[in-house]
Every structure is written in structure tokens, then in C-alpha cells.
């Protein structure tokens, strides 16, 4: 027994070395794993397609934002007003109570019993029937007070539904102005990481060149050379003057300020909020977004642009900028980009507006 055992035992060694020398052999057949390859850098044109795609996105975010940041803004207003008009309506209310206890006190105190047995039992009739008749007219002047106070109290009814109202409008259009605003953050965070995926030394000609198109990379170069060289226009420009002059002067004067969202100067500007800033030097009230400054003038073909005109882009009409002659605009572009220079075929066009 003994011996099958060791015999059993010898067996299984036999078989496990065995095992062990064809294992040993089968992995010497693999050939051994290369060692993991750096990851490739992001292609320099996916990158910049990338960029273009969620700057595209964040702008319409962020005039998403401006317009339910002004719509809650005149909601503060509305509200303010509203509350304001409660406050009046429940005094002239308060007021009316009064005088309509001081009338009753006055007709009860002069006038508690049948007018029949006050009149027979009266020393002096004649004077009785005068003041019968006062009191009569007391009567007919506490029926108009009393319906006086029945409209004041609709009114402040009327008043409260319309500020509880304004109050429920303006708490959702706070929630639309802080979903919005998640929206623009998110995107321009991914935007940053893919900004990033890039070797620091094509970051800055990349981030020039992204939510543009054609010309838009000369269009930059321009706008720094000018600068530098101390130039006002791009050559090739229309003079111009009135509003549109002080307009075109003003959006000038932003040259080199950064994009910011949701900013409409002095110190930072949104495309939206440089037009409205610039054109507000001016003395012309602008909207607050892109969209709606396409319908806040009269529309012209682009081949009739002046100086100082609003083009939009996009299907949408998400971006703006200010047309300063020789085929340039003047607009603030996206994050990390200052205002400036660009050609005004950027982006496809969608419309040209003189306000």
C-alpha cells in the first residue's frame, strides 16, 4: 500500500514537471510584449476642428445665457415694481377701512333707532328732519366709500397675483441662467483638455486659429501686426462718421481686451457684449444677444457694408462682429482670445445689420 502510494506520488511529480517544461517552452515561443508607445499627440487639424465645434457650442451657450440673464434682469424690475404696487394698494385699503368704520361709527351713534319714534318723540322736529336728512347723505357717502374699498381690495387681489407671478417667472429664468451657464462651463473645460493634449509650442496657433474659418488665422496676424505698429484700421477702410463713427472708434479701443463670456465690458467682452458695449458709446441702445442685433436695424447684402455694421454668423446667429471696411470686422472671438481683427469671411454669414 505503501508503495502504490509512493508510486502514485512519484507520478504526479513526473507529470507536474512535465507541465511545467511545456508551459516554460510555450512561453518562450511568445514573443515578449513591446513596451506600451508613448500616446501620439492629437492631430494639430482634429484639434482645431475640435475647438471650433465646442467654442461653436459655448457661444451659443453663453448667448443663451445673456438672454436669460436680461430677461432676469427686467423680471427684477417687473417684481420690484409689482411689489411696490402691493405695498400702495394695501395702504389706500388700511386708509379706506377707516373711513368707512368712522362713517358707520357716526351714522350708529346718530342713527340707533326707528327714525319713526325719534321723530314722535323729538322736542324739535324741524331740527330732527335736518338731521335725518344729514344722516341720509352720511348714508350714500359711506356706500360710495365702501365700494371704493371693494375695487382698491381687487386691485391689491390683481397686484399680488401678478408680483407672485413675476417672483415664479424670475426663479425659472434663474434656473435657466445657471443650467446655461453649466453649459458654457462644461465646454469650455473640454475644450481646455483638448487644448492641452497639444505640445506647448502649437497650443497658441492653434487657440489664435479656432472658431474661425477662412482667413481667420491672417486675420490675427493682422490684428497683431497693427497693433504693434500702431495702426487704427486694416488698410482698405471706408471713413465714416456720426453713431456709426463713435461705434467703430469705441469697438477699436477694445482691441487687445480679453474674451470673456457672459462679459460686456470695459475691462472684457463676449462677441454679443462688445456690440453692445461699442454701439452703447455711441448713444444707440443695442440687445444684449447676437440674435436679437440681427433684427435691430435695418438688413443690407454684405456687398453694401459700412463701417460700424453688426455681421452675424452661423445659421443661428450665435456670433457677431463689427464690419470696419477693407473686409475686416472688429469681434471678440473665444476664451483665450482677445478682441480683435478678423476677416470678415471667418465664419459663414448670416447676416449684415446697420443699426
Known amino acids: 500500500m505503501a508503495s502504490h502510494r509512493r508510486s502514485l506520488s512519484t507520478g504526479r511529480t513526473a507529470r507536474g514537471a512535465v507541465l511545467t517544461a511545456a508551459a516554460a517552452a510555450a512561453l518562450a515561443a511568445v514573443p515578449a510584449a513591446a513596451p506600451a508607445e508613448a500616446a501620439p499627440h492629437p ?25 436669460s440673464d436680461e430677461r432676469a434682469d427686467k423680471l427684477r424690475v417687473t417684481v420690484r415694481r409689482s411689489t411696490d404696487a402691493v405695498a400702495r394698494a394695501q395702504e389706500r385699503v388700511n386708509t379706506m377701512r377707516g373711513a368707512v368704520g368712522s362713517l358707520a361709527a357716526a351714522q350708529y351713534r346718530s342713527g340707533g333707532i326707528d327714525p319713526a319714534l325719534a321723530l314722535l318723540l323729538t322736542s324739535d322736529p324741524e331740527r330732527y328732519l335736518s338731521h335725518a336728512a344729514l344722516l341720509d347723505q352720511v348714508g350714500h357717502q359711506r356706500a360710495a366709500e365702501l365700494g371704493r374699498l371693494v375695487e382698491a381690495r381687487r386691485v391689491l387681489a390683481q397686484d399680488r397675483t401678478e408680483a407672485r407671478e413675476a417672483l415664479r417667472r424670475l426663479e425659472r429664468t434663474r434656473e435657466d441662467v445657471a443650467r446655461h451657464k453649466r453649459t458654457v462651463e462644461a465646454k469650455l473645460t473640454a475644450a481646455r483638455r483638448l487644448l492641452d493634449g497639444l505640445p506647448a509650442g502649437e497650443r497658441a496657433a492653434v487657440r489664435d486659429g479656432a472658431a474661425g474659418g477662412v482667413g481667420d488665422l491672417a486675420g490675427a496676424a493682422y490684428s497683431r501686426a497693427a497693433r504693434g505698429a500702431g495702426l487704427d484700421v486694416p488698410p482698405g477702410t471706408a471713413a465714416v462718421s456720426g453713431r456709426a463713427a463713435a461705434a467703430v472708434a469705441a469697438a477699436r479701443s477694445a482691441l ?69 471696411g477693407g473686409g475686416q470686422v472688429i469681434h471678440a472671438p473665444h476664451p483665450g482670445a482677445a478682441v480683435r481683427y478678423e476677416s470678415v469671411h471667418m465664419l459663414p454669414i448670416n447676416s449684415v445689420t446697420r443699426p
Open 43 to 67: 492631430d494639430r487639424q482634429e484639434v482645431r476642428a475640435g475647438l471650433d465645434r465646442l467654442y461653436a457650442q459655448a457661444e451659443r451657450a453663453t448667448e443663451a445665457y445673456n438672454k
Open 256 to 324: 487687445g481686451r480679453p474674451y470673456v463670456w457672459g462679459a460686456s465690458g470695459p475691462g472684457a467682452f463676449d462677441c454679443s457684449g462688445l456690440m453692445q458695449w461699442a454701439w452703447g458709446r455711441a448713444g444707440v441702445g443695442l440687445p444684449r444677444t447676437s440674435q436679437a442685433q440681427a433684427g435691430a436695424g435695418q438688413r443690407v447684402p454684405l456687398s453694401q457694408a459700412r463701417p460700424g455694421d453688426l455681421v452675424t454668423y452661423r445659421s443661428d446667429a450665435s456670433h457677431v462682429g463689427m464690419y470696419v
